[in-house]
């Protein structure tokens, strides 16, 4: 889409990928799963450390998409291929640990001090958003379609950085909370179940990932 003016100062283009922004942000993927499970696992509340990092995750691949390096990623069959196997085998590991947890307790888990919860959630979701190659291929092919080739690139990245981050931190945060709620009206049993439906969750996400191919993306 060619524009005159920057996305900042165009309202329809703004407007139309803030829209873009709430589906992707809303749709199921590993970020809104490690925010559900950071939610229950922590409390809504904690599970903004998670957010966060994911946010910083995001962040990452919006600057390797300004700086091109993305178009490296999506046309290397090797260079996709390591993202992916990293991607895959962190959301299995997130899996494995959902899982093990289950025998802890949530209650007794969302009680710990805080120094339990912040840096290791915050690197946790870090590592979910940047080691996603399928959202890095996807940014490539809708990113430019919101930026205007005859006005000022790093204005627009700005524009779309923090507009994309901000969508998708409230709406990670309304995962977090909603799961969190849920921990009131659990049992013994119903923790059990939870965690392995989480554990189940990474599980299948590593796996879509797994099957993504470059031109699944586009």
């Known amino acids: 889409m060619v524009v005159a003016n920057t996305v900042a100062s165009d309202w329809h283009l703004w407007l139309g990928f803030a829209g873009a922004a709430t589906a992707i942000a809303f749709s199921p993927g590993a970020g809104a799963i490690q925010s559900m499970a950071s939610g229950l696992t922590h409390g809504p509340l904690r599970a903004y450390w998670s957010i966060v990092g994911q946010e910083l995750g995001l962040m990452f691949q919006l600057a390797l998409v300004a ?78 379609q919101f930026i205007a080739p005859t006005a000022p690139l790093p204005s627009q990245y700005v524009v779309i950085g923090v507009t994309f981050v901000a969508v998708d931190f409230v709406v990670m945060g309304i995962y977090a909370g909603l799961s969190g709620r849920l921990l009131s009206a659990i049992g013994a049993r119903g923790e059990l179940i939870v965690n392995r439906f989480f554990a189940s969750l990474f599980a299948t996400a590593a796996v879509i990932l797994a099957l993504v191919r470059r031109s699944g993306v586009a």
Do not use: E, M
């Open 67 to 144: 700086v091109g390096l993305c178009a490296v990623v999506a046309h290397s069959i090797a260079a996709f291929t390591v993202i992916k196997i990293v991607g895959v085998a962190y959301l299995l590991y997130l899996a494995v640990r959902q899982w093990r947890a289950s025998s802890h307790g949530l209650r007794a888990r969302v009680g710990d001090s805080p120094s339990h919860a912040g840096l290791p959630l915050l690197a946790r979701g870090f590592l979910v958003n940047a080691t996603n190659p399928k959202a890095l291929v996807f940014y490539l092919a809708v990113v430019p």
